[in-house]
Nanobody
Framework: QVWLEESGGALVQPGGSLKLSCTTS????????IGWFRQAPGKEREGISYISGRDGSIDYLDSVKGRFTISRGNAKNTVDLQMNSLKPDDTAVYYCASKMSGSGSFRPVDYDYWGRGTQVTVSS
């Protein structure tokens, strides 16, 4: 069952920027932790960032720190992921997911509901 929807994926040149958005009409994000994940071909899904709607805590995977920024979107019930200085290694399907309880996590198994993903391709 798909509870969230990602948008914003595209083909971009190395060094470029993209903003991904995650939204849902199923629940109020204020009470959930929203995580962003990505999965490249042949690789495991990895957590790259999360934000807590409850206390505002944020964290990033080391490889995206300083380049990616997660935030509550201007649109209601949206979480954005601003991605700058994109590299070919950032190419992947990007997913958002939600978890109700506990603290933020980078482990996909800790999240309850997922979107279908959006493709980001970084290539010249």
């Amino acid at each position: 069952q798909v509870w969230l929807e990602e948008s914003g994926g595209a083909l971009v040149q190395p060094g470029g920027s993209l903003k991904l958005s995650c939204t849902t009409s199923r629940f109020t994000m204020d009470y959930y932790i929203i995580g962003w994940f990505r999965q490249a071909p042949g690789k495991e899904r990895e957590g790259i960032s999360y934000i807590s709607g409850r206390d505002g805590s944020i964290d990033y995977l080391d490889s995206v720190k300083g380049r990616f920024t997660i935030s509550r979107g201007n649109a209601k019930n949206t979480v954005d992921l601003q991605m700058n200085s994109l590299k070919p290694d950032d190419t992947a399907v990007y997913y958002c997911a939600s978890k109700m309880s506990g603290s933020g996590s980078f482990r996909p198994v800790d999240y309850d509901y997922w979107g279908r993903g959006t493709q980001v391709t970084v290539s010249s």
